[in-house]
């Protein structure tokens, strides 16, 4: 065959090979709601085993569409790779020796085999351990926050009214004592009033004692990405 044949032969072998995996795709979006489910439900048992809310993130209007899309295509080239394969067979297998041709007979059954066993592996076993192995990196880890230096005279105050409810204010109460402490809702603060060694009044504002850590989000189009 002269080179123009051979590209001529290679427009009809590509033509031919789309013509499955197209159709396939268009079929294979109207089926995206169950494939995307099979994909997150190992992601959200992770979630839910860490006490976590089992859900993710959809930060643009368009980005499930998007994703569907993106699983609808990937089933199109799943589902007819062996038909893309052997279409590339059909168009390597002038150009080899008889006993090359048995040789490439042995090796794609024996790859489409693993290849599957691979898929199963990836999501039966390896998936679910890795997201619960980084899940719970971020679940089991928090940061603490320094504590803010607290006068002896409010830190009694503190102590003294631990476990009784607390005044509430919008701002600052009109009078004020030592000892008082209350809520200002309008700041969202707790404040106490107490005199300094010089006899100054003093108001307060008591440091929130809390420890800061991770908040897992995941947004749906990168954790597909990711499992892909």
Do not use: C
Not at 177 to 198: E, P
């Amino acid at each position: 065959m002269s080179f123009g044949d051979h590209l001529e032969e290679l427009r009809k072998r590509v033509m031919w090979a789309m013509a499955l995996p197209v159709p396939v795709m268009l079929v294979a979006y109207f089926f995206s709601d169950p494939l995307l489910d099979l994909l997150l439900r190992p992601l959200f048992v992770v979630l839910a085993g860490q006490g976590l809310r089992p859900e993710v993130l959809l930060l643009e209007p368009i980005e499930l569409f998007f994703t569907q899309i993106k699983l609808a295509m990937l089933a199109g080239v799943v589902l007819g790779a062996p038909w893309i394969v052997y279409q590339l067979w059909l168009f390597v297998k002038p150009g080899l020796h008889q006993h090359e041709r048995r040789f490439v007979n042995l090796l794609l059954p024996g790859s489409a085999i693993l290849t599957i066993l691979s898929v199963l592996l990836t999501y039966l076993v390896m998936l679910p351990f890795m997201l619960q192995v980084l899940v719970a990196i971020g679940a089991n880890m928090t940061v603490h926050i320094p504590p803010i230096p607290v006068p002896a005279q409010a830190a009694e105050i503190i102590k003294a009214h631990e476990g009784q409810p607390l005044q509430t204010y919008l701002g600052k109460p009109a009078n004020v004592a030592a000892g008082d402490i209350w809520l200002d809702v309008r700041d969202q603060k707790v404040r106490l009033a107490y005199n300094d060694a010089a006899g100054t009044q003093v108001v307060f504002d008591v440091p929130p004692t809390v420890e800061g850590g991770f908040r897992q989000d995941y947004r749906l189009n990168e954790y597909i990405s990711f499992v892909l």
